[in-house]
């Protein structure tokens, strides 16, 4: 994937991103409602409304599923980029060689 790709996927994923966390604070809750605090009988069931979804809560699961797919995307292009070079993380490091012998233990009688 070129650079210009990835990068507006990344930019795609972060301006989603950002509209979830909107809608979400956005949102009314479903036990804001102050009669429903006091019980009475304001809310529509036990857990507040079970009415449809509203515009809303209906943006809010698309933009998560729109997030969550440029995840995905977004990992697989990073590491499917590499092949299977790029698996290891210790391919790379140089491992020092042992100087001299190593001391002997004597095991207690």
Not at 4 to 23: D, K, R
Not at 48 to 58: I, P
Request: proline letters at 3%; hydrophobic letters at 50%.
């Amino acid at each position: 994937m070129s650079g210009f790709w990835f990068s507006l996927l990344l930019v795609v994923h972060i301006l989603v991103g950002c509209a979830v966390i909107g809608f979400v604070l956005l949102q009314h809750g479903k036990g804001a409602d102050m009669g429903a605090a006091f019980g009475s009988g304001a809310s529509g069931s036990l857990f507040g409304s079970s009415g449809s979804a509203n515009f809303l809560s209906r943006t809010t699961a698309v933009l998560a599923t729109v997030f969550f797919v440029t995840s995905l995307s977004l990992s697989y292009f990073a590491t499917g980029s590499r092949g299977s070079e790029g698996a290891s993380l210790m391919k790379g490091v140089a491992v020092p060689a042992a100087s001299g012998s190593v001391p002997s233990q004597e095991v207690p009688k």
